[in-house]
T-cell receptor
Framework: ETGVTQTPRHLVMGMTNKKSLKCEQH?????MYWYKQSAKKPLELMFV???????ENNSVPSRFSPECPNSSHLFLHLHTLQPEDSALYLC????????????????FGPGTRLTVL | QKEVEQNSGPLSVPEGAIASLNCTYS??????FFWYRQYSGKSPELIMF????GDKEDGRFTAQLNKASQYVSLLIRDSQPSDSATYLC?????????????FGQGTILTVHP
């Protein structure tokens, strides 16, 4: 595997279901991100993990729960979602430098297309 | 005021022409700037980044940055139908922002034969 991978690629769930999205990066990066992309709206940053510590939670509802067990893996646990949560969920990774300017080139996985019924 | 603003288009150019995509940003302290290409149904793909004023060229792509005017652009020379996609501008505030990128809404580019 190369780059950033995400599973599943498509997910349909009911409002009472619990599911998880998985992301894995093979780039040796130290930061990982979850984004939400809805139609007609800019990419929205949800969470940032740097060195496995969550450093950004962009006012995301608690029905989304991230987990980062190590620098290569990132999960997004979903429960009691709403139909308006239907979107493309993208994982990205980058290298954040220390003690110098980091340009933060982020590389995206293929995304999970989520539909909430 | 939007933090990162792009003309949503669609921008239509003939094959072989130069496509010019523009982006303005509001945070004067922003340090690095990115252009992503996103085909329909796919994820964003990084094509260029720039952090110094001036031009940066990579093949048919040239990124231009003017920090005084808070403006960044992407030129695509010899446009091909395969360049038809949505182009996303993203801005990194830098510093202790922990990698936060702010994206524009994207410009839809159509290159017609």
């Amino acid at each position: 595997e190369t780059g950033v991978t995400q599973t599943p690629r498509h997910l349909v769930m009911g409002m009472t279901n619990k599911k998880s999205l998985k992301c894995e990066q093979h780039l040796g990066h130290n930061a990982m991100y979850w984004y939400k992309q809805s139609a007609k709206k800019p990419l929205e940053l949800m969470f940032v993990y740097s060195l496995e510590e969550r450093v950004e939670n962009n006012s995301v509802p608690s029905r989304f729960s991230p987990e980062c067990p190590n620098s290569s893996h990132l999960f997004l646990h979903l429960h009691t979602l709403q139909p308006e949560d239907s979107a493309l969920y993208l994982c990205a990774s980058s290298h954040l430098g220390s003690g110098r300017l980091s340009y933060n080139e982020q590389f995206f996985g293929p995304g999970t297309r989520l539909t909430v019924l | 005021q939007k933090e990162v603003e792009q003309n949503s288009g669609p921008l239509s150019v003939p094959e072989g022409a130069i496509a010019s995509l523009n982006c303005t940003y509001s945070d004067r302290g922003s340090q690095s700037f990115f252009w992503y290409r996103q085909y329909s149904g796919k994820s964003p793909e990084l094509i260029m980044f720039i952090y110094s004023n001036g031009d940066k060229e990579d093949g048919r792509f040239t990124a231009q940055l003017n920090k005084a005017s808070q403006y960044v652009s992407l030129l695509i020379r010899d446009s091909q139908p395969s360049d038809s996609a949505t182009y996303l501008c993203a801005v990194n505030p830098g510093g202790t922002s922990y990698g936060k990128l702010t994206f524009g809404q994207g410009t839809i580019l159509t290159v017609h034969p």
